[in-house]
């Protein structure tokens, strides 16, 4: 078709908002796309489904379909999400029972061919995506392993008249660039089309985070209590505009949408199943209120691999969060730490961190005020030595012997640990596959012009500091927003700023002074990028999340508040920015 297509996104994780599908769908859609597979999602759901065979789907889908399967209905827009996870065709034949409940005359397909838990051993040497440790070396035994399918199932269930098409893990673009590509017509080399659509996807992808969500600016954020879905209008040569519903909260900006382009990325180039998307020149243009242009995105044939995401038991893991209170902080951090030392000699454990989490106020105006927490985690293999009789009881056992006003609130114990584990596959294993209700199987068709990935080019290191004038010692946060993201162990983390500032924030932030900034980045590989065009400078910090966010033991797992301690730390910044 030659208008754009208009593509509302309803929800970014497993457990977004229960209304997320009935307001996307609150204004006119062509599609709406739901996400819900987070990378530790697939283990939850073969916890269920190892407890119900029928399960292994996110059930928080199915109650927001059957919300609004009259309204999606009515408005004659078409459905993409990979709520179906580990059984997509149990879930197809579950929103169908709705729609015949409902009396609707809907068609629902599926698509198949990400699930390679059976398969492993025919797939040769698998290596860890970000260590290099092969997986026979690791000692784990995979319980998932499921490929990132690309969109073009989705486009040929669209085509052949599918109203909802439930994926299993695709990637998180895949979703919308499917929909995309089967609007346009777009052929399987349309590398220019296709990037640009990846674009949009990943800005839509997490919901809300378009609109105001999660963003270092969001004082500013009308209706920041209330904010709603976003969407892309993108058209046939694959540029696209982010907007909102008029009636909805948040804003649309040229800030909200660089924030969620820097979320979750490892560089200038995205690698993707359909296409490898190159966002050196990506730029954005504000073309009327809540609408922001994406322009400047180039395309080139995709890898020969995707990515293999598979979970593994992990063992156990019990915390124990105690208090300290008041004066003589570091002597009572001291003593705790040495009972810590002595209850956890002997135990057979994988992991132990004692972490301490905010600092009391100087006079404190209540007792909260004066409080840190130290939260003390132990994971092991087995459950016997962080269980309740050899860890937490220990533990808790400190109430008498321990420092001045100690107490304990909350506990953990013996909790599941789910080992995420990332490596590559050749595309061309996958029997990807859309099933319609008759159980017809239709192979997919993709391209067969595939390349081998190469790295990233880091940007070249930050120029020398231009000359503004006197400074005074400032948060960064009051020169740059920032906003940062996970992939499996690494953190990605980037900051922009206005146009006058961005010369400083250039020159301000080279490795060296990220370092710096980050205690954690002191001994890790580090790389750095520029976004020229979005005033932007990212980084990737290697393995500073451990084995990843649903196994690495830190109170902020998946390093979502990275940015927010990096905005708050003190740089020499010229007064005429401030």
């Known amino acids: 078709m030659d208008r754009p297509v208009r593509i509302a996104n309803c929800a ?32 939850q759901l073969a916890l269920e489904r190892a407890q119900d065979p029928s399960l292994g789907y996110a059930r928080s889908f199915l109650a927001q379909f059957t919300d609004a399967v009259g309204l999606l209905a009515q408005r004659g827009a078409r459905l993409v999400v990979d709520a179906g996870g580990l059984n997509p065709a149990g879930l197809a034949d579950e929103v169908r029972r709705v729609v015949a409940e409902a009396g609707l005359d809907l068609t629902v397909a599926h698509v198949e061919g990400d699930d390679l838990s059976a398969r492993l051993d025919t797939l040769g040497a698998l290596e860890h995506l970000d260590t290099g440790v092969p997986l026979a070396d690791s000692g784990l035994e995979p319980t998932t392993a499921n490929a990132y399918l690309g969109g073009w199932g989705i486009a040929a269930a669209l085509a052949a008249g599918a109203d909802v098409v439930i994926c299993p893990r695709v990637t998180d673009a895949s979703l919308t660039v499917g929909a995309a590509a089967w609007w346009h017509r777009w052929g399987t080399e349309d590398w220019g089309a296709l990037a640009g659509a990846v674009a949009a996807a ?29 969407i892309a209008e993108i058209a046939a040569d694959g540029t696209a505009v982010i907007t909102k519903h008029d009636d909805a909260g948040g804003t649309v900006t040229t800030d ?5 382009l820097l979320y979750e990325i490892q560089g200038p180039t995205y690698l993707n199943p359909d296409v490898t998307v190159h ?17 400047g995105v180039t395309g080139s044939p995709p890898p020969s691999t995707t990515k293999l995401a598979m979970t593994a038991p992990g063992g156990y893991e019990s915390s124990v969060a105690f208090y300290a209170t008041g004066l003589d902080l570091e002597a009572k951090v001291a003593l705790l730490r040495t009972h810590v030392e002595r209850i956890t000699a002997g135990l057979d454990l994988t992991l132990l961190r004692v972490d301490r989490i905010g600092a009391p106020v100087e006079d404190p105006p209540d007792q909260w005020a004066a409080a840190q927490q130290i939260l003390v985690t132990a ?4 459950r016997r030595p962080v269980d309740a009789q050899h860890f937490v009881a220990p533990m808790t056992g400190l109430f008498l012997p321990g420092y001045p006003g100690l107490y304990v609130n909350p506990l953990k114990v013996c909790a599941p640990v789910v080992e995420y584990w990332p490596a590559l596959v050749p595309v061309d294993v996958l029997d990807h596959v859309v099933v319609t209700a008759d159980g017809t199987r239709t192979p997919v068709k993709d391209t067969p012009v595939r390349v081998t990935p190469g790295g990233q080019r880091p940007s070249d290191e930050a120029p020398p500091l231009p000359d503004l004038g006197p400074t005074r010692r400032a948060p960064l946060g009051l020169v740059a927003h920032g906003r940062c993201g996970d992939k499996g162990g690494n953190s990605n983390v980037g900051f922009w700023a206005r146009d006058e500032a961005w010369d400083w924030l250039r020159a301000t932030l080279s490795t060296e002074r990220l370092r710096a900034l980050f205690p954690d980045a002191a001994d890790v590989e580090v790389e750095r990028h520029e976004f020229p065009a979005l005033r932007a400078v990212h980084f990737v910090v290697h393995d500073v999340l451990g084995k990843g966010a649903s196994s690495n033991g830190r109170p902020d797992i998946a390093g979502k508040a990275v940015a927010e301690f990096l905005r708050a730390r003190f740089v020499e910044v010229p007064e005429c920015l401030l």
Do not use: K, M
Not at 204 to 225: H, K, L, M, Y
């Open 202 to 230: 990943h800005v839509i992808e997490c919901g809300p985070q378009a609109t105001g969500g999660n963003f270092s600016g969001f004082t500013s954020v009308p209706r920041v209590d209330d904010l709603g879905y976003p």
């Open 256 to 260: 909200t949408v660089t924030a969620q």
């Open 379 to 382: 994971q092991s293999r087995t």
């Open 12 to 43: 970014g994780w497993l457990w977004d908002r229960f209304s997320g599908l009935r307001d996307a769908l609150a204004g006119p859609v062509d599609v709406v796309t739901g996400d819900y597979l987070a990378e530790p999602t697939l283990r």
């Open 279 to 295: 966002l050196d020149d990506v730029a954005l243009t504000a073309v009327g209120p809540d609408r922001v242009e994406i322009t």
